[in-house]
């Protein structure tokens, strides 16, 4: 075989090999959007914990959780599974992000999971925010009370 032929052959498996490569790094990043995954080992490390929603970050590493009682849970992407954490009441702090759109955490009993987290959309983020701090409460569970307030 000629120079030419060699040459052409070598740049034809560069070519299949970076094709390869960019098609496993793709499959990988769709693997981490996977909620059904999610869903799956949440249910596994907390059996008793009834998911109510979740939302996913926009970068598709992290998930949120809301649970069945109000209270949450985080589950973080690494490789080929996640690491679930089930938040208690005191356990962190958040602070909003420039743009609306997600906020800092900081975990006070799991520091290996702070972090920024950005969602797809500002109203995201603030609902997570509002499950993180104990304060979410949808408009059909709200209760409206009159009670006027009394003279003196």
């Known amino acids: 075989m000629g120079l030419i032929t060699w040459t052409v052959l070598f740049a034809l498996v560069g070519l299949l090999g970076y094709v ?3 098609m496993a790094h793709s499959s990988e990043r769709d693997s981490a959007h996977d909620a059904g995954m999610a869903i799956i080992e949440f249910g596994h490390a907390f059996p ?7 939302h996913i970050t926009a970068d598709g590493m992290a998930v949120f959780v809301r649970l069945h009682d109000n209270k949450a849970g985080f589950m973080r992407h690494l490789r080929n599974h996640y690491a679930c954490h089930l938040i208690e009441p005191g356990t962190v ?7 609306g759109k997600g906020f800092d955490i900081e975990f006070l009993d799991a520091p290996f999971h702070n972090g920024k987290y950005t969602f797809a959309s500002a109203a995201e983020a603030a609902e997570v925010s509002l499950w993180l701090l104990g304060n979410y409460l949808p408009a059909g569970e709200r209760v409206l009370t009159s009670n006027p307030v009394p003279s003196t």
């Open 20 to 22: 390869a490569t960019r």
């Open 48 to 54: 008793n914990e009834a998911i109510r929603n979740l």
């Open 93 to 99: 702090r958040v602070r909003d992000l420039p743009g």
